[in-house]
């Protein structure tokens, strides 16, 4: 059977032209086609990023200005259909990634009788840096006390639905998901395409569950960035780990497989969690400066901490003998700080986002948090905990979506996404 069966629907195994990668094991090692890596922090000719490497890209790819995320249940009891659809997606991906329709024939095809295999919306566009990114949920392995694909004993013990926070106010149908995919771009349309292309070649295996629009980037993921302002108006991700930090990467943000035996194939991965907070922007803005910036710990013009310097300064806590400490105790910047967590930091890659309003007439605005993360008890839930009791911004925050997902590491050579797992 061709790329479409009689009926013009994508067919399971063709979809792309015959042209999926190989299901073998790992080949070629861990380097992408060209031979760099997908984590690079210079972009390819045209505003492109390699898709395969030894991490995925868009975790430390310089962070783009638009991102798309969405979340997918998985509605087929095949193994085989998920092992295709990865594979199908990881040829697709892969040429839009390149600035290419996601199927060889393309949005105008050699069929006009059919369906085009491509939608189109995209084909005039540059790649414009789009970089895919591929997480598993808890619930692709085990749901209801079912192993559903034959993967639980590969779950690792980390990847557990998060707990609920006390300022947690969750909507069911923002949460959870048995697959994600981050698209980021510097084109919102690149990324709408994207995802509505996996989505259209996943029907019949895949769901969509929901998915977040963002704009504006609140975090910078390679020192050549400036840092971006947040819809409080305050400069967000200052301390954020970037691309060149090794070091940091390796303790922070890629797994180590002791840690998990049963997290073998999450070797050079991550945990992606997800977080949709709206932000009571309407009261923020009503309050003083003064009380802005005690509540953040940082100046609102150029982002020093209360104790002086410059925004890239080292915040001083210390503050002997007074009541009135120039960074307050329930600070977001003080709880949040490594000194005060066990050194534990994160990679942030976090977008706002504008819903229209709400029925009061507020804007249903806020911040769509994103962090890439080792551990998801040491880096993630400890100090959720933590905000969620002290921190004096939490009453302006409202989590309405909630999500974790296991990263696989990057796509080898001849490989598809989840090899590691699923090959």
């Not at 009135?324 to 700080?337: D, G």
């Not at 709400?358 to 249903?364: E, F, M, T, V």
Request: aromatic share 8%; with cysteine; glycine share 14%.
């Amino acid at each position: 059977m061709g790329a479409e069966d009689a009926g013009g629907r994508w067919s399971r195994r063709g979809m792309l032209g015959g042209t999926v990668v190989a299901a073998g094991g790992l080949v070629g090692g861990l380097g992408s086609a060209d031979g760099s890596a997908s984590g690079s922090s210079t972009p390819r000719p045209g505003g492109r990023y390699p898709f395969r490497g030894a991490h995925q890209a868009g975790i430390v790819t310089p962070a783009q200005d638009r991102m798309y995320f969405a979340s997918f249940d998985v509605i087929t009891k095949q193994r085989r259909d998920l092992v295709w659809l990865m594979k199908d997606w990881t040829t697709a991906a892969e040429r839009m990634t390149r600035g290419q329709d996601a199927a060889p024939q393309g949005a105008f095809g050699s069929r006009p009788d059919l369906p085009p295999l491509d939608t189109g919306e995209a084909a005039d566009l540059p790649p414009s840096g789009l970089t895919l990114t591929f997480g598993f949920g808890p619930t692709l392995f085990t749901k209801d006390g079912a192993d559903r694909f034959g993967l639980a004993s590969h779950q690792p013990g980390l990847l557990q639905p998060l707990p609920a926070f006390s300022s947690d106010e969750l909507d069911r149908r923002r949460c959870g998901g048995d697959l994600c995919v981050q698209a980021c771009a510097d084109d919102p349309q690149v990324a709408l395409h994207a995802v509505r292309m996996l989505a259209r070649i996943g029907s019949g295996v895949v769901r969509l569950r929901w998915s977040q629009v963002g704009f504006g980037r609140t975090s910078s993921t390679d020192q050549a960035q400036a840092t971006p302002r947040n819809l409080f108006g305050f400069k967000d991700g200052t301390a954020n780990i970037r691309a060149e930090d090794r070091a940091g990467l390796d303790t922070h943000v890629w797994v180590d497989t002791d840690d998990d035996p049963a997290a073998s194939w999450l070797g050079g991965g991550t945990y992606l969690v997800a977080r949709r907070t709206s932000m009571d922007i309407e009261g923020w803005d009503d309050q003083s400066l003064i009380e802005q910036e005690s509540q953040v710990g940082r100046d609102k013009r150029f982002g020093a901490p209360l104790s002086g310097g410059e925004e890239n300064s080292a915040p001083d806590f210390e503050d002997p003998g007074s009541s009135s400490p120039l960074i307050p105790h329930n600070s977001h910047l003080r709880l949040m700080h490594p000194d005060f967590n066990g050194g534990a930091r994160m990679l942030r890659r976090g977008y706002s986002f504008l819903d229209g309003n709400d029925a009061r007439g507020r804007l249903d605005a806020g911040l769509f948090f994103i962090a890439f993360i080792r551990n998801p008890e040491t880096h993630f839930i400890a100090l959720q905990r933590v905000m969620d009791r002290h921190d004096a911004m939490a009453q302006w925050l409202r989590v309405n979506g909630s999500a974790l997902f296991a990263v696989p590491p990057g796509i080898a050579k001849d490989g598809f996404i989840g090899q590691t797992l699923l090959g």
